[in-house]
């Protein structure tokens, strides 16, 4: 079975740092690039960073740029999101995804979802 | 950044009713748009993407179309099932945008 399992969630003050980690199965996870997209509390998807499958191409919202790292562990079957610079504007339940792909064509859509892991920032 | 503009941001309906969501661009992204149901507490599912293109395992109910800046979602006799929020998200260059959503209600 194909699955997306995220970790690394929790209550962290602003300013603080999390690591989130977001763990593959039943795909060859070498192959395909990822993404971490957030859905804060009554609000809609916001797309937060991408990276591709040897990690060589990276991609951040705005919103996040400067403060956010995405990397991946290819042995380990992983993608990390590392949160630094923590505001409240960050609290949100965080999604990984996998790039879609179909009959040999990719695009930039999300075919497999984790079941998201929750930042709250606050004092 | 290309923004995303959904239209209603929620409407009611009746099992059996036909429902049109609008999504719109704010510049011009070819056929690259791909619609996304979600149900309360649970991860976003891919229906369509390609503008068009059903994926795997949806109901054919469910259809998209359109191209460049103005694309719709269309369900054709609702579900029960169906009852979720819907959201386009472009796909042509990042950030990859989505829309903000609308939710389908029971009327």
């Known amino acids: 079975e194909v699955q997306l399992l995220e970790s690394g969630g929790g209550l962290i003050q602003p300013g603080g740092s999390l690591r989130l980690s977001c763990t593959a199965s039943g795909f060859t996870f070498s192959n395909y690039a990822m993404r971490w997209v957030r859905q804060a509390p009554g609000k809609a998807l916001e797309w937060v960073s991408a990276?591709?499958?040897?990690?060589?191409?990276?991609y951040y919202a705005d919103s996040v740029k400067g403060r956010f790292t995405i990397s991946r562990d290819n042995s380990k079957n992983t993608v990390f999101l590392q949160m630094n610079s923590l505001r409240a504007e960050d609290t949100a339940v965080y999604y990984c995804?996998?790039?879609?792909?179909?009959?040999?064509?990719?695009?930039?859509?999300?075919?497999?979802w984790g079941q998201g892991t929750t930042v709250t920032v606050s004092s | 950044d290309i923004q995303m503009t959904q239209s209603p941001s929620s409407v009611s309906a009746s099992v059996g009713d036909r429902v049109t969501i609008t999504c719109r661009a704010s510049?011009?992204?070819?056929?690259?748009l791909a619609w996304y149901q979600q149900k309360p507490g649970k991860a976003p599912k891919l229906l369509i993407y390609a503008a068009s293109s059903l994926q795997s395992g949806v109901p054919s109910r469910f259809s998209g179309s359109g191209s460049g800046t103005d694309f719709t979602l269309t369900i054709t006799s609702l579900q029960r099932e169906d009852f979720a929020t819907y959201y386009c998200?472009?796909?042509?260059?990042?950030?990859?945008?989505f829309g903000g959503g609308t939710k389908v209600e029971i009327k």
């Open positions: 995804a996998k790039r879609f792909t179909s009959d040999g064509k990719y695009y930039h859509g999300m075919d497999v």
């Open positions: 510049q011009g992204i070819s056929g690259w």
């Open positions: 998200q472009q796909t042509i260059s990042f950030p990859l945008t």
């Open positions: 990276i591709s499958a040897t990690g060589s191409n990276i």
